[in-house]
């Protein structure tokens, strides 16, 4: 609760020069604070305070960097459909608690208005390793009744940053 009262009150002070930074740095989190402030017009000290309050307000959540999968071998990216026999809370704790232990999941979501409850991203090497995870340990969960995949042919649009526009003050 007190993280959420905090959010909220960071976002009525936020403004533009805030927001420039954090469009700034969800394009290039290696910035120094040295270029982060000449991009933003801003000098290093009041820079940096702005940059830490975003961390402590939790609006920046963690700075990462990103890989190339296919550079690193990667080269199946496979979303898979699972739905559940049971839509118990220890059923999805499990499921969720035994995914969470996969390194080839990029993303766990519970999702609604399909047929799946879950919408799984993993990347592996090759069809092969898809079929280690999927039969292997995907379908050895309890409670998994139906997987259906999709593989993914090209990224047309793969991004991380967020759209910032509504929050711009007029």
């Known amino acids: 609760m007190l993280l959420l009262l905090k959010f909220l ?15 700034e740095i969800q394009q290039d989190s290696s910035l120094t604070n040295q270029e982060l402030a000449d991009r933003v017009g801003l000098s290093p000290s009041p820079c940096l305070r702005r940059v830490k309050a975003l961390e402590e307000s939790g609006v920046i959540e963690k700075s990462v960097t990103l890989l ?17 026999d049971r839509h118990t809370p220890d059923r999805f704790d499990l499921f969720e608690s035994t995914l969470s232990t996969y390194p080839e999941v990029k993303s766990l979501r519970l999702v609604t208005g399909q047929s799946a409850d879950y919408l799984v991203e993993a990347v592996v ?46």
Request: proline residues 3%; aromatic residues 8%; without cysteine.
């Open 9 to 23: 009150w960071f976002l009525f002070v936020m403004d533009n020069i805030d927001i420039r930074i954090l469009t």
């Open 68 to 84: 190339n999968q296919r550079m690193l071998g990667l080269t199946l990216t496979v979303f898979i459909h699972i739905s559940m």
């Open 125 to 170: 090497e090759d069809m092969d390793k898809y079929q280690e995870l999927l039969l292997g340990r995907i379908t050895r969960i309890p409670g998994v009744t139906d997987i259906q995949s999709s593989f993914l042919l090209r990224s047309v649009i793969d991004r991380t940053s967020l759209p910032l526009e509504h929050l711009a003050k007029k």
